[in-house]
């Protein structure tokens, strides 16, 4: 790279939210510069939990196969209540499945990361500087200037913009004075990961278990293989750095494990926060994962959300970059980054708190009350509840003015008949703005001006589907038709042909003209 080199996007932070990023833009053909502190993949798992969503954004990346081998099916997970009863159990979505994907998993995220460094180190308009450290950031109206420190040499970066996937911490949003917004969870919790001796593993609960238990609510997942995570609440005479030598962990395992039946992985004491940043663009700076919002781990979504803020924002940093969308219309389109990403996240936390208050609820009393409660409400048979069912759908920012429930939710990827195998839609239609529709309609004409769109009609030759996923998608949602961004969301939906003909008119006025994204 020449000293002059402008790139198109830097991004300071190399987890798994910053390489998806590095990724994505750099698939797109754009110039991506990418610096992190440390040399090395972080080698202990922080994430444990991987939805089907992001399966499909590392289809995109063309990473499923290679990860496959550090992932597997989530167990169902069964909450406790007080006297050791079920009072409720959080399930897998049922067959056959949406995204084209098992909904929810558990994985190994060091390899996982490794697999997603290696497809970057693939793409020759990347430049990822390793064990650098960012001093300094500089926006300005064209672009930022980062000064990055190389071991004791400095130099200078230049890019038209900044994705700051810098975690929790995030020196960007830092330097920058990026406040964040507190959410109101703040608790102590020690996170003990295990490698577990098959003496041990046949000690343990077949499935995830939340123990709702007022005098220590903590948590128990199932890992890939002899993996599995405990989070056990920390009292308030507790000393977190105390429980979190080998020792005192072991005490706290002394229900499930003696030292005898696995090996500690990691322990470490944190602070549960929810937490999201009040702003998410400032100039031509983003931040994102980490950097952006932090939720309490109850139903796995740290990285989850972390790899939907760059799904969301690299497919918009491309169309502004290649000129697709232009003035007002290209500020817009960034500022729906942090319009869309920021209600989803401040509604997912607060889902997440709903199901971290029935885990943590200290008062015995007020625990009962709870178990009763739960129970009663299905007549005393236990509530199965999907993981994905309590995932929100986007609510504002680049969506049609109709308001179908449809609207903001993932469009499905269905498994279409292939001469030698099934594959799977996007496989075959691509990533970019799909007009998808369903076998009822005939289109009388093309609808005008979707240029860059491609056309799908399931059920033709070339998209027959072979679950009927989407068809069931279209008669739940009482329509004919979706317009669906490059990140699978529905932008709109129509279940006629007047109807289809004003969501692309509405489309094309969003893209071209509109000044309004809410
Ligand atoms: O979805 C579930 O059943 C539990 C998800 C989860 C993952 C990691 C930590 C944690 O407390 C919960």
Redesign the pocket.
Known sequence: MSKEMIYDVAIVGYGPAGAVAAGLLGQQGLNVYVCEKLQEVYAIPRA??MDHEILRVFQQLGVVEAVAPFMEP?T??EYFGVDGQLIKR?TMLAAPYPQGFTP?NVFTQPPVEEVLRARVSQLANVHVDLGVEMTHVDPDVDGVTLKIDEGGKSKVVRAKYLVACDGGSSPVRTQLNMPLEDLDFDEPWLVVDVLVNEQGLAKLPKT?V?YCEPERPC?M?IGPKNHR?W?ISLRPDEDPMEVQKPGETWKLLSRWLTPQDGELWRQSSYRFHALVASEWRQGRVFLAGDAAHMQP????QGMCQGIRDVTNLSWKLGSVLRGDVQGDVAEDLLDSYGIERKAHVRELTSRIKHVGEVICERDPVKARERDSKLLAEWGGVVKDTP?QDIIPKLETGLLSRETSNARGTLFPQPWIHQAGAPQRMDALAGNGWRLVTASSVELSSAPQGLLNVSVISLQTPAYSETEGVAAAWFRRHECVAALVRPDNYVFGTAATEEELSNLVDGWLTRMTNSKEVA
Request: proline share 6%; hydrophobic share 40%; aromatic share 12%.
């Open positions: 444990i939990a989530f169902d997970s959080m929810s995830s939340q948590t997942v995570r989070e781990p109850f139903l796995g993981r």
